[in-house]
C-alpha cells in the first residue's frame, strides 16, 4: 500500500525558505514518481514531480527558479525546497505518487497515492 507522509511545513516569513519533505513506504520507491501539489481554497495544481529513476524533474512555469524538488531513494523522501516566499505560497501541499512508466513524471496521472498535506502559511 502506498503511503506519503508530507512534514516541513508551518508558519514562516516572506522572503524565507522551507523545505517540506514526502516521506514514502509501502511501495519500491526507485520504480515510481512522486509529485508535489498545491492546493488554495479549492484549487489544486501540479507544481512539482520527480523521477525517483533518473532524477528527471518537472516545475509548473511560475515557480521555476524558487522551487527545487530533489530525492533521496536511500531514505525513500522527495523533498520540495522554496525559497524566497511569498503570501501567495500559502497553501496545502500535498505529494502523491504513480508508477514511473516513462521517467517522465509528466506523464503521470498521480493515482497511486496522496500524502495528507502540510499547511504552509507565508506571513507578509
Known amino acids: 500500500e502506498v503511503q506519503l507522509v508530507e512534514s516541513g511545513g508551518g508558519l514562516v516569513q516572506a522572503g524565507g525558505s522551507v523545505t517540506l519533505s514526502c516521506a514514502a513506504s509501502?511501495?519500491?520507491?526507485?520504480?515510481?514518481?512522486i509529485g508535489w501539489f498545491r492546493q488554495i481554497g479549492p484549487a489544486r495544481e501540479a507544481i512539482s514531480c520527480i523521477s525517483n529513476r533518473n532524477g528527471r524533474g518537472w516545475y509548473l512555469d511560475s515557480v521555476k527558479g524558487r522551487f527545487t524538488i530533489s530525492r533521496d531513494n536511500a531514505k525513500k523522501t522527495v523533498y520540495l525546497r522554496i525559497d524566497s516566499l511569498k503570501p501567495e505560497d500559502t497553501a496545502i501541499y500535498y505529494c502523491?505518487?504513480?508508477?514511473?512508466?516513462?521517467?517522465?513524471?509528466?506523464?503521470?496521472?498521480?493515482?497511486?497515492?496522496w500524502g495528507q498535506g502540510t499547511r504552509v502559511t507565508v506571513s507578509s
Open positions: 502523491a505518487a504513480d508508477v514511473d512508466l516513462t521517467s517522465d513524471c509528466t506523464d503521470s496521472y498521480f493515482k497511486a497515492g
Open positions: 509501502g511501495f519500491p520507491f526507485d520504480d515510481y514518481v
